[in-house]
């Protein structure tokens, strides 16, 4: 149960390749989970998301667990296999709705970095899907343009690091240390899968 009974839950959709999840992501999940009051963060692995590759063609599954490896133990946070569990692509008002069907009493947020806020009003169904969620953005650090979202983008102030999937794979293939980058058992997993080499 979320908070007291008289409370709607409100939970936050945090989707992305996540390839690989790494600390930056944690920190922009923590911070969207205090600053909007959340009681819980979903992370959404996306199956395969319509407008980019997965990268290094690491399989939706290894994607998943390295988020459930980097989010366990953490009660805010849970992994939600919505996009897995439906053939590709990946389209974001799709998940809503399903995850809406299972939760319908809550209110709900999507999590995105304000790059990919910008490109909101692009998205399939974007009008209906300002009418099923609430959004909320957070300044990317390789973003100059952070600050500028669109007026229904809740922009949220929270710490956020200058690390990317990309510069986490390319540290793999250089043969560089990532514990600085990922959780402990994220870079145990990526090793010992052999994932990014």
């Not at 805010?76 to 389209?91: C, D, I, K, N, T």
Request: some cysteine; proline content about 9%; aromatic content about 8%.
């Amino acid at each position: 149960m979320f908070g007291n009974r008289y409370c709607v839950p409100g939970f936050g959709i945090l989707g992305g390749t996540f390839n690989p999840v790494h600390r930056g992501h944690l920190l922009l999940a923590e911070g969207a989970l205090r600053g909007l009051k959340l009681d819980r963060v979903l992370w959404v692995p996306a199956h395969l998301p319509p407008h980019k590759a997965v990268a290094c063609h690491v399989s939706a599954f290894d994607r998943a667990r390295m988020v459930e490896l980097a989010i366990q133990g953490h009660p805010g946070f849970a992994l939600s296999r919505v996009e897995l569990e439906r053939p590709p692509p990946s389209y974001t008002v799709d998940t809503v709705d399903l995850l809406r069907s299972r939760f319908h009493k809550a209110e709900w947020w999507l999590l995105l970095g304000s790059d990919t806020a910008r490109e909101i009003p692009g998205w399939r169904s974007a009008r209906r899907l300002r009418r099923l969620v609430r959004f909320a953005a957070i300044p990317r650090p390789d973003d100059p343009a952070g600050l500028s979202v669109p007026p229904f983008v809740q922009l949220l102030r929270v710490q956020t690091l200058p690390i990317s999937s990309s510069s986490v794979r390319q540290r793999v293939r250089l043969g560089w240390e990532i514990h600085s980058c990922v959780p402990a058992a994220v870079a145990g997993y990526i090793e010992e899968k052999g994932l990014y080499r």
